[in-house]
């Protein structure tokens, strides 16, 4: 259980440079608790995906370090770390139905199939897209894609999750529908 006085996410002067020069990110201090909602507000270029992609463990931090719930993670894998992220691309497995990009994370955390089924029933629902499962990405819509990215960032019940502009391409009524699921997880 995190205490009142630790922070869940924590930046320690992070930096992050791509050519050894220009700093993408200079000297990130930053502390969130948890249950905390954080919108990270910026131009173009500012840095916002990068900062995601560091904690997620997409991109590895130039210098500082990146601790969740108390514990350094910039050495620790992806998958290890309990993230869920919704890219902004999306980022689905184009080769793979519906059902399987949401049993992928499930896979790789080796949860046996009867509890995998359960959980990727539960997160189409969230969603409502049970009926596409069968599907593949190129198959579906701008806006059922994001759906489905979302709900495989949610299917594994992470810790955290983070989102790289997840409700763009929703329509206003589905938008609504998600934000007020995602401010109850």
């Known amino acids: 259980m995190v205490t009142s006085n630790k922070s869940f996410v924590k930046f320690e002067n992070v930096q992050k440079s791509y ?19 954080l919108t990270m507000l910026g131009p173009s270029g500012s840095g916002k995906t990068t900062c995601l992609m560091m904690l997620a463990g997409f991109e590895t931090a130039t210098h500082g370090i990146i601790s969740l719930d108390g514990n350094p993670i910039n050495n620790i894998p992806p998958h290890k770390r309990g993230i869920g992220m919704v890219f902004q691309n999306y980022a689905l497995f184009p080769h793979m139905t519906v059902y399987e990009n949401l049993s992928f994370p499930l896979e790789v955390r080796k ?19 049970r009926e596409f499962g069968n599907r593949r990405p190129a198959q579906l819509s701008g806006g059922q894609q994001q759906r489905i990215a979302l709900a495989r960032s949610l299917v594994f019940e992470p810790e955290l ?15 609504e529908h998600m934000q007020y699921e995602i401010k109850h997880l």
């Open 161 to 175: 999750v983070l989102m790289d502009e997840p409700l763009g391409a929703l329509d206003k009524q589905l938008r």
């Open 19 to 37: 050519d050894g020069e220009v700093l993408v990110v200079k000297d990130l201090n930053l502390e969130i608790s948890k249950g905390e909602f």
């Open 111 to 129: 949860l046996t199939k009867t509890v995998r089924e359960e959980k990727i029933k539960r997160a189409l629902d969230m969603v409502q897209m």
